[in-house]
């Protein structure tokens, strides 16, 4: 076996949707923020707590984003992941996305929900949207390399990152193979960087086992 772990981001990656888009309804102001901070043209701390203040996601849209993930796998994305788990490689999900949605993904995908790595939000007694866990690493820069590095102190093996942003690339120094995603929005400074690039998720496997 070659490599030992996967670390696959979320949005754009597994599914073909940006979560936190979703939860905006359409906001164009919202979209506009996601896209300069997945190109690396804003840093992520920067839009983070901005967007989700412009947006205040309560308990129930959380689950409604919950099901839209679970509507909107990339093609392949379940297959994928199913063959590098029977051919031993360990997946983690290391996304900026918040973590009460990506979970019932997780599972879908049996993947260990201490395998993924995300935001909690919280949320008052009737369900409103407090704040979010301001501790993550996943909601500055460099947090995904930090969180990547974390995992792999505690155990040996060769590690793979795939996915779509500049906010994927930066763990870029955390791994030994960086592969770049362009199955859903290709993002000029993640291909012209990525150790490998595809278009089609299956193709992971043959870089991986």
């Known amino acids: 076996m070659t490599y030992r772990f996967a670390f696959f981001d979320v949005d754009s990656t597994l599914v073909t949707i ?9 906001d164009p102001e919202v979209a506009r923020l996601t896209c300069a901070s997945m190109n690396g043209e804003i840093p992520l701390d920067q839009v983070y707590a901005r967007r989700l203040e412009m947006i205040r996601p309560g ?12 509507r909107s796998l990339v093609d392949g994305a379940k297959a994928t ?3 590098l788990q029977k051919g031993g ?3 983690h999900l290391v996304t900026a996305g918040v973590q009460q949605a990506v979970l019932p993904l997780a599972d879908e995908l049996n993947i260990p929900r201490r395998n993924v790595h995300a935001v909690a939000l919280m949320f008052d007694a009737v369900g409103g949207y407090e704040d ?4 993550s690493f996943l ?5 995904k390399e930090l969180v990547v590095r974390d995992i792999r102190a505690r155990s040996h093996g060769k590690a793979a990152f795939v996915g779509d942003g500049v906010s994927d690339l930066e763990a870029k120094p955390a ?4 592969i770049g995603f362009g199955g859903v929005v290709v993002r000029p400074r ?5 150790d490998v690039y595809i278009t089609s998720l299956p193709d992971v496997l043959s870089h991986l086992l």
């Open 89 to 91: 490689v360990v997946v």
């Open 175 to 178: 791994v030994d193979l960086f």
């Open 18 to 26: 940006e979560g936190i888009d979703v939860l905006a309804g359409g």
């Open 132 to 135: 979010f866990d301001r501790r």
């Open 81 to 83: 992941i199913a063959a």
């Open 139 to 143: 909601t500055r820069p460099g947090g």
């Open 190 to 194: 993640v291909k012209e960087n990525a």
């Open 59 to 70: 308990r129930e849209q959380v689950e409604q984003l919950a099901f839209t993930y679970l």
